[in-house]
């Protein structure tokens, strides 16, 4: 009931049934002005809301605003000025906004949010239907224009100087405007300063002053100062033909126009190419840049994103390829065990299996983007050799677990990989997953793969395998710390992968060793964002 009544105020609200004429507000604001009235009697309200079952929902409900401090008690006979019971000034008082209208509005529902969630901080580039078409975009809130224009606004700039330069930077709409003006300003300042140099050395010669006394060669730049100077004794520099010292300096300025407007001009430039390269990214781009990639701190978001968008393909091999290509799989053997993994057996969008970023896979989990796997792998692979155990704690979608069995179980070796998980339903999703290839299927009926539920943080003593201990182990939920149990079930030697949650809330992936004698380095890498890796929810929530 309550939720019924909360959408007819909002369909109210909005004006539900598209009307917007003035006649409807016109009646609309009499009848809440009649309502805010005090006359209004709390009877009328009470009819209004139970009736609204059958009749079109009030436009908004309100209750009558009761002012103590202006009703005052009623003593017999005549009262003069007399608060709600009279009308004239007091009755504007009900006007007033009040609180237990405010207590009947609902705050809106959780998807209601999320719908409407703010972008990630992030997210600078948006595709906005506007002049330049259809598909034009805004990036860091401008458009980003043409070279044209750029090329425009700095010749416009160039020819006005310093008006032109204001003019165009202060009405620039572009990118391509803003580093054009930029530009022209950079120019003009090249301009000055070779003006000031030649005039700087070429002028007082110029004038013909008979004191003057050249240099020994007037173009080099060091020539020698007391030379000149002994020239120069004796004579009186009090006129406006400027010694030698004000050539020097006239130069200093020159120079400095001269690196400033450089400066200026190719800074322009890099940033009129960094936004169209940017632009043009975000154009190719399959999903129009609203993918969420970011994952490694160190990395710029746009860096990211565009990798995002670089590597991401339309087949499982595209995918693995453009990663190889971009560097984000390093190693031939992980890129080619990743080319056995169908990630769309994995995923639960088959279009968005072969995009670099990570999905949801239900239960507050995700599965990984392929980027992080291929890290993840080729960071534990001196201990993936055929044959090798490894422990996949966290195991989710099962992808890893599968590309893991794909590194151990080759060369005619039967290695062991368990993917340990604490929520049961993922555990049979990963399990599900694996079995949805042949070859899947095949790892797990030889005992090669198998996928258990337990509590990561405690590791897994594999009873199949003699509780024999782990050549490698993946952590695929950020820890707040180094369990002991895990460093424990480490064979020597071994390596863990783990994402790990300071104080702060920021988390690193921590890559330890147990070398032959058993000794334990720890070592802090490249920051991460993962799910953390906590008890197992409880069956109610
Ligand atoms: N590698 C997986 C990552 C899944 S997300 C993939 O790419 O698909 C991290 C997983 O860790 C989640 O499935 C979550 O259920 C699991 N997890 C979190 N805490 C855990 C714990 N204490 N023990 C086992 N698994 C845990």
Redesign the pocket.
Same mark, same amino acid.
């Given at each position: 009931m309550s939720s019924q009544r909360y959408e007819r105020n909002l369909a109210d609200t909005f004006d539900a049934d598209g009307s917007d004429s003035d006649e409807d507000n016109d009646g609309d604001d009499r009848q809440r002005l009649m309502r805010g009235s005090p006359s209004t009697s709390s009877a009328e309200q009470t009819t209004t809301e139970s009736s609204s079952t059958t009749q079109p929902a009030p436009v908004i409900e309100r209750r009558n605003t009761h002012l103590p401090a202006f009703v005052p008690p009623r003593p017999g006979g005549r009262v003069y000025g007399g608060g709600s019971g009279s009308d004239g000034v007091f009755a504007n008082l009900s006007a007033k906004p009040e609180r237990g209208v405010e207590k009947e509005e609902h705050p809106p529902t959780y998807e209601q949010a999320a719908a409407d969630a703010a972008p990630p901080y992030w997210e600078t580039t948006i595709l906005a239907p506007g002049l330049g078409g259809p598909d034009e975009v805004y990036i860091e809130g401008l458009p980003v224009g043409s070279v044209f224009s750029f090329i425009w606004n700095a010749m416009i700039s160039m020819a006005f100087q310093a008006v032109g330069f204001l003019l165009t930077y202060l009405l620039h709409t572009t990118h391509a405007a803003k580093n054009g003006s930029l530009a022209g300003l950079g120019i003009t300042l090249i301009q000055f300063g070779f003006q000031m140099k030649t005039w700087g050395s070429a002028g007082p010669s110029a004038g013909g002053d008979p004191q003057y006394t050249q240099p020994p060669d007037p173009n080099s730049h060091d020539f020698d100062p007391n030379q000149a100077q002994a020239g120069t004794a004796g004579m009186d520099n009090s006129g406006s033909s400027g010694g030698i010292g004000d050539i020097a300096g006239s130069e200093w300025l020159a120079y400095l126009l001269m690196i400033a407007g450089w400066f200026i001009l190719i800074r322009s430039v890099s940033n009129f190419l960094r936004v169209r390269r940017h632009e043009q990214l975000v154009l190719q781009s399959p999903d129009r840049g609203l993918t969420v990639p970011v994952i490694a701190e160190g990395e710029e978001a746009e860096t990211v994103s565009s990798m995002a968008w670089r590597c991401s393909g339309k087949t499982n091999g595209e995918l693995i390829n453009n990663l190889f290509r971009n560097g984000l799989i390093e190693s031939d053997r992980v890129r080619d065990a990743m080319l056995k993994v169908d990630r769309a057996h +994995?995923t639960p969008h088959p279009s968005t299996a072969y995009q670099d970023s990570?999905q949801s &896979?239900g239960?507050? !989990?995700?599965?990984?983007a392929p980027h992080?796997?291929a890290s993840?792998a080729t960071s534990l692979l001196p201990f993936l050799h055929p044959g090798a155990r490894v422990l996949?704690?966290?195991?989710?979608?099962? +992808?890893? *677990?599968a590309l893991l069995a794909e590194l151990v179980c080759c060369e005619g070796k039967k290695g062991r990989v368990v993917g340990?998980?604490? &929520?049961k339903e993922?555990r049979d999703l990963?399990e599900g997953n694996m079995s949805k290839s042949e070859r899947g299927t095949c790892l797990m009926e030889q005992g090669s793969v198998k996928f258990v539920v337990?509590?990561?943080?405690k590791g897994f003593i594999d009873e199949e395998g003699e509780g024999e201990c782990w050549d490698a182990i993946?952590v695929? !939920?950020a820890a707040v710390e180094l369990h002991q149990e895990l460093i424990d079930q480490l064979r020597s030697p071994g390596r863990i992968f783990i994402p790990v949650e300071d104080e702060r809330g920021n988390q690193h992936i921590w890559v330890v060793d147990k070398n032959e004698k058993g000794e334990v380095k720890k070592k802090k890498t490249y920051g991460v964002r993962?799910?953390?890796? *906590?008890? !197992?929810p409880t069956r109610s929530s």
């Amino acid at each position: 009931m309550s939720s019924q009544r909360y959408e007819r105020n909002l369909a109210d609200t909005f004006d539900a049934d598209g009307s917007d004429s003035d006649e409807d507000n016109d009646g609309d604001d009499r009848q809440r002005l009649m309502r805010g009235s005090p006359s209004t009697s709390s009877a009328e309200q009470t009819t209004t809301e139970s009736s609204s079952t059958t009749q079109p929902a009030p436009v908004i409900e309100r209750r009558n605003t009761h002012l103590p401090a202006f009703v005052p008690p009623r003593p017999g006979g005549r009262v003069y000025g007399g608060g709600s019971g009279s009308d004239g000034v007091f009755a504007n008082l009900s006007a007033k906004p009040e609180r237990g209208v405010e207590k009947e509005e609902h705050p809106p529902t959780y998807e209601q949010a999320a719908a409407d969630a703010a972008p990630p901080y992030w997210e600078t580039t948006i595709l906005a239907p506007g002049l330049g078409g259809p598909d034009e975009v805004y990036i860091e809130g401008l458009p980003v224009g043409s070279v044209f224009s750029f090329i425009w606004n700095a010749m416009i700039s160039m020819a006005f100087q310093a008006v032109g330069f204001l003019l165009t930077y202060l009405l620039h709409t572009t990118h391509a405007a803003k580093n054009g003006s930029l530009a022209g300003l950079g120019i003009t300042l090249i301009q000055f300063g070779f003006q000031m140099k030649t005039w700087g050395s070429a002028g007082p010669s110029a004038g013909g002053d008979p004191q003057y006394t050249q240099p020994p060669d007037p173009n080099s730049h060091d020539f020698d100062p007391n030379q000149a100077q002994a020239g120069t004794a004796g004579m009186d520099n009090s006129g406006s033909s400027g010694g030698i010292g004000d050539i020097a300096g006239s130069e200093w300025l020159a120079y400095l126009l001269m690196i400033a407007g450089w400066f200026i001009l190719i800074r322009s430039v890099s940033n009129f190419l960094r936004v169209r390269r940017h632009e043009q990214l975000v154009l190719q781009s399959p999903d129009r840049g609203l993918t969420v990639p970011v994952i490694a701190e160190g990395e710029e978001a746009e860096t990211v994103s565009s990798m995002a968008w670089r590597c991401s393909g339309k087949t499982n091999g595209e995918l693995i390829n453009n990663l190889f290509r971009n560097g984000l799989i390093e190693s031939d053997r992980v890129r080619d065990a990743m080319l056995k993994v169908d990630r769309a057996h +994995y995923t639960p969008h088959p279009s968005t299996a072969y995009q670099d970023s990570p999905q949801s &896979i239900g239960h507050s !989990a995700t599965i990984s983007a392929p980027h992080m796997h291929a890290s993840a792998a080729t960071s534990l692979l001196p201990f993936l050799h055929p044959g090798a155990r490894v422990l996949d704690v966290g195991s989710g979608s099962g +992808y890893l *677990t599968a590309l893991l069995a794909e590194l151990v179980c080759c060369e005619g070796k039967k290695g062991r990989v368990v993917g340990l998980e604490h &929520i049961k339903e993922l555990r049979d999703l990963g399990e599900g997953n694996m079995s949805k290839s042949e070859r899947g299927t095949c790892l797990m009926e030889q005992g090669s793969v198998k996928f258990v539920v337990g509590d990561g943080r405690k590791g897994f003593i594999d009873e199949e395998g003699e509780g024999e201990c782990w050549d490698a182990i993946h952590v695929g !939920a950020a820890a707040v710390e180094l369990h002991q149990e895990l460093i424990d079930q480490l064979r020597s030697p071994g390596r863990i992968f783990i994402p790990v949650e300071d104080e702060r809330g920021n988390q690193h992936i921590w890559v330890v060793d147990k070398n032959e004698k058993g000794e334990v380095k720890k070592k802090k890498t490249y920051g991460v964002r993962y799910v953390p890796l *906590t008890d !197992a929810p409880t069956r109610s929530s």
